[in-house]
């Protein structure tokens, strides 16, 4: 007879825990400084052990990044403005306000310190699936549009570098300047 192997229940005991989790790292991260996070305080908030912590995530940077990358995770579709050029816009400014915000500081930090590599790639994917939102709505309504890696390439790369490197304020104009090389005469 063929052994049949289980999969996991979708909302089951590891959906739980891993909510239960996230929430006690987003609460404990509210109530102290994040050096002081530590697995067995975020364990026993949770109402699990600490081996499920490791077992589950391997250590403390990993499970930050997968909260990270949680909290990345856009709640809905981008604005729709009536026109590609102020689609783009709304969406940049909202994209460079969360990352530049000490909070999304933070998080990059955290989604870049583990070395789980699958959750960078689903930030990128969160990053083009806003955009291709907006690329869709764009042909859509019959207007020129915008190719979805030329705007990664020319206007979130420069806004991530700016970030994590630099150091030099952003504000609309030079997210403008970005987006006029993707959109050159785009009003």
Request: negative net charge; contains cysteine; proline residues 5%.
């Amino acid at each position: 007879m063929a052994t049949v192997k289980e999969r996991p229940r979708l909302g089951g005991r590891s959906a739980r825990i891993q909510a239960s989790v996230h929430e006690a790292v987003e609460q404990l991260s509210a109530e102290m400084d994040r050096s002081e996070l530590a697995i067995p305080a975020i364990a026993a908030r949770a109402g699990v052990t600490p081996s499920t912590i490791y077992r589950r995530w391997g250590s403390l940077g990993d499970l930050l990044a997968d909260v990270a990358v949680k909290r990345l995770r856009p709640m809905a579709d981008p604005l729709d403005t009536g026109s590609a050029r102020t689609d783009l816009q709304a969406w940049t400014e909202q994209f460079m306000e969360e990352m530049s915000s000490e909070v999304g500081r933070a998080m990059i930090r955290d989604v870049f310190s583990s070395p789980v590599e699958t959750n960078a790639c689903q930030c990128c994917a969160y990053t083009y699936e806003q955009l291709q939102t907006i690329a869709d709505r764009t042909a859509g309504r019959g207007e020129a549009g915008f190719d979805v890696d030329e705007v990664v390439d020319h206007v979130v790369a420069p806004i991530m570098y700016r970030i994590l490197f630099s150091g030099r304020p952003m504000d609309m104009d030079y997210c403008d300047a970005l987006i006029d090389r993707v959109m050159p005469g785009c009003e």
